[in-house]
């Protein structure tokens, strides 16, 4: 990857995709500081006959107030949680040509972000060069305040995309995505799956709190 900067200006370089963008950027609005998100900590040790009645039950109260949970946990011994931490895998698994979109700067909310395709073999070489110079050491940072950081116009995002195939034998489905009995007995929802998504980007990425449709 290159990034050249004017003075006016940026360009951002994948391969054979560039993409301008200009420096000033204001965001629309200020977000108001989230209240404590809740957590629901569940042991992947836990009878696989009840785990999804423990996942439902947990967001049950969650969905019924549209309020954040984060579950912790619950998926640490699948294959998805060991694979996934390792880029290689992901390149083999996912294809070095397959596309996929990107935002690059801050927000999605900013009117001016670009949303350019690349590949993912791309995108990977991106991330391992943003950790040579940045690092990756997400035990430190952001509390250790002399961690390099990498301003706004270098962070590349690669958000909401469809999960690729080969990946979804990594995990099993959660039962109230894909079982409208059990979810309306649990009351989380019809159990219809809309879609599965991967998130996947660099030390510093981050979605801003936020309400789906």
């Not at 950081?149 to 099993?172: K, M, S, T």
């Amino acid at each position: 990857l290159e990034r050249r900067d004017n003075s006016n200006m940026k360009m951002i370089s994948t391969g054979k995709h560039v993409v301008r963008r200009f420096t000033t950027r204001k965001l629309s609005h200020q977000p108001k500081p989230p209240k404590r998100i809740s957590e629901a900590h569940i042991s992947p040790d836990h009878d696989p006959s009840k785990i999804q009645s423990t996942i439902a039950a947990a967001l049950s109260p969650h969905y019924e107030s549209q309020s954040p949970l984060v579950i912790r946990g619950a998926y640490a011994k699948s294959d998805a949680y060991y694979c996934w931490k390792s880029l290689d895998y992901l390149h083999a698994a996912v294809g070095s040509d397959t596309p996929c979109y990107v935002e690059i700067g801050g927000s999605y909310a900013d009117s001016d972000v670009q949303k350019p395709e690349i590949s993912f073999g791309e995108y990977v070489q991106y991330i391992h060069k943003f950790e040579e110079q940045y690092g990756n050491d997400e035990d430190t940072w952001p509390l250790d305040q002399s961690a390099k950081r990498a301003p706004p116009g270098e962070i590349v995002y690669l958000a909401q995309n469809d999960l690729p195939p080969a990946l979804h034998n990594d995990f099993v489905l959660p039962q109230l995505c894909r079982d409208g009995a059990f979810a309306k007995h649990h009351s989380v929802g019809e159990g219809k799956l809309y879609s599965v998504m991967l998130w996947l980007g660099p030390r510093g990425t981050v979605s801003p709190l936020h309400y789906d449709p």
